[in-house]
């Protein structure tokens, strides 16, 4: 998620690359980010803050406590940290960078590699040019909605923040039945993913209710009504609903065992 950030708001001339530094481990990452990108990069994540005014944290939520009482020290008290980290307060950030007010909590997800991505965001006391920064960045990488409540961000992990993993497990078991059918796998592919594609831009030129939609592709008695009787056997849409709320479920309970 770090790159797509890096890679969309170059190519966008939001930032220039020698205004970006990166605190990064892995040598060869380093070293691929450098060239690609021509950002500073470094194995000091002191020295990739230092003086910075917006801090971006792209560490798993289990990396994140080491990181920040890293940065507690050197962080500029002016600066904004906007933390990715799927399940981690506001509350637990600043405990743990010693009270620090300036943060900002965003779940993306991964098609933000293409501009296509969706981000929900909170934030705490922040300037006005923090804030339009945050907003321009978000944009570099697809839609934004700001929230108030922290609750409805939360409530966004299990729905945008996963929801990639569910559409790839429906493109992927659309094209198992398309080979089991007899079709070759290259063909079912492509058949699969331009039926999602053209279907979420006609949702999206529509604007009219999926249900809507659904309805007008399926006639009495036909092959459409015969595949959603079976789905509907399966609980195909309580099973949809049920993995979202199973997802937030798991989004709380991270939240409580980080702030134990």
């Not at 993913?193 to 053209?198: F, L, M, N, R, S």
């Not at 009495?220 to 789905?231: R, S, V």
Request: with cysteine; glycine share 6%.
């Amino acid at each position: 998620m770090a790159e797509a950030i890096i890679s969309r708001v170059l190519s966008e001339n939001l930032i220039a690359a020698n205004n970006i530094r990166v605190g990064e481990p892995s040598e060869q990452r380093r070293l691929l980010l450098k060239e690609k990108y021509l950002v500073h990069t470094t194995n000091d994540n002191i020295e990739a803050v230092e003086d910075s005014d917006l801090i971006f944290l792209c560490v798993k939520p289990q990396d994140l406590e080491n990181v920040l009482e890293e940065l507690t020290s050197i962080v500029n008290p002016t600066a904004a940290i906007v933390s990715i980290a799927a399940g981690i307060s506001i509350e637990y950030i600043k405990t743990h960078t010693g009270g620090h007010s300036r943060i900002v909590r965003v779940m993306p997800n991964t098609p933000a590699q293409i501009g296509e991505g969706m981000s929900i965001w909170t934030y705490t006391e922040m300037s006005k040019t923090q804030v339009d920064l945050t907003v321009n960045i978000l944009r570099t990488i697809g839609l934004e909605i700001h929230v108030t409540s922290e609750k409805l961000l939360d409530m966004s992990t299990a729905l945008s923040g996963s929801g990639p993993a569910y559409v790839f497990l429906f493109i992927e078991s659309m094209i198992d039945a398309g080979v089991k059918l007899g079709l070759p796998r290259d063909s079912a592919r492509t058949m699969v993913i331009q039926t999602v594609v053209g279907s979420i831009g006609l949702l999206k030129e529509t604007d009219q209710h999926p249900s809507i939609l659904k309805d007008s592709v399926t006639s009495p008695g036909g092959t459409t009504a015969a595949a959603l009787l079976e789905l509907e056997k399966g609980n195909f849409k309580a099973t949809i609903v049920q993995a979202v709320v199973a997802a937030f479920e798991q989004s709380n309970s991270m939240m409580k065992d980080a702030n134990q």
